[in-house]
């Protein structure tokens, strides 16, 4: 008999335009996000395009798998909204275009009910580290997020829904 998997997939699959994560982007990375509740993680594959001279994924690129999986992680992990404050990326070995690799996030402390510190990595097939990151995220209740504009009503409250922010 199958074990029940012991991760499920994140509902980010909601239709909007994000290079990291929308469905709705023709050029961007499109990804998907799962959980094993302690951390959030993505498989990807670097298209061609998305190349920094030839072969190897642009550093650009790789900050924003970072960027995107650390903010993922941030939004599930302490149940808020969040905006990027600083990212910082060490490039540890050039990541192949074209190549299967995991990127993963978690919290690396709370700081306050307004700010968190994160860490994310990205991993290839076996298991090396080819890239990490640090970031801060300013946190979110769904008022102060509809303070800000970034979002409208409709779709804050469509995530308060899926995610029980
Ligand atoms: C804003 C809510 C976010 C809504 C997001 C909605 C949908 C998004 C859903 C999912 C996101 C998807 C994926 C996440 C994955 C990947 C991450 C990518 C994310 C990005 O790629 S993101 C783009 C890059 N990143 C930015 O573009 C940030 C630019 N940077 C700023 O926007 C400021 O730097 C800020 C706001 C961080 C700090 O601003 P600051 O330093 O000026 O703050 P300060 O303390 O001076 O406060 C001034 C007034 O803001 C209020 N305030 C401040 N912080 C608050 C908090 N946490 N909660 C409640 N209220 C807050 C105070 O209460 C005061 O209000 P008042 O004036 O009324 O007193």
Redesign the pocket.
Same mark, same amino acid.
């Given at each position: 008999m199958d074990q029940p998997k012991p991760y499920r997939e994140l509902p980010t699959r909601l239709s909007h335009g994000?290079f /990291?994560?929308g469905s709705e982007n023709p050029h961007g990375l499109r990804m998907i996000f799962h959980t094993d509740e302690k951390s959030v993680f993505s498989e990807i594959v670097i298209p061609d395009h998305m190349v920094g001279w030839k072969n190897f994924a642009h550093g650009g690129i790789l900050s924003t798998i970072l960027? =995107?999986i650390? /903010?993922?992680s +941030? $939004?599930y992990l302490t149940k808020n @909204?969040?905006?990027? #404050?600083s990212i910082a990326v060490d490039f540890l070995r050039p990541v192949p275009v074209g190549t299967t690799l995991r990127a993963e996030g978690r919290i690396s402390k709370v700081r306050s009910d307004? =700010?968190v510190a994160m860490e994310g990595f990205l991993l290839n097939s076996n298991g090396i580290v080819h890239a990490r990151g640090k970031g801060v995220?300013? @946190? !979110? #209740?769904i008022d102060?997020?509809m #303070? !800000?504009g $970034? +979002?409208d009503e409709k =779709? @804050?409250r469509e @995530?308060e829904r899926v995610f029980n922010l």
């Open positions: 994000c /990291g994560c960027d =995107e650390m /903010g993922w +941030a $939004i @909204l969040v905006l990027t #404050k307004r =700010e995220f300013a @946190l !979110f #209740k102060a997020a #303070k !800000f $970034i +979002a =779709e @804050l @995530l």
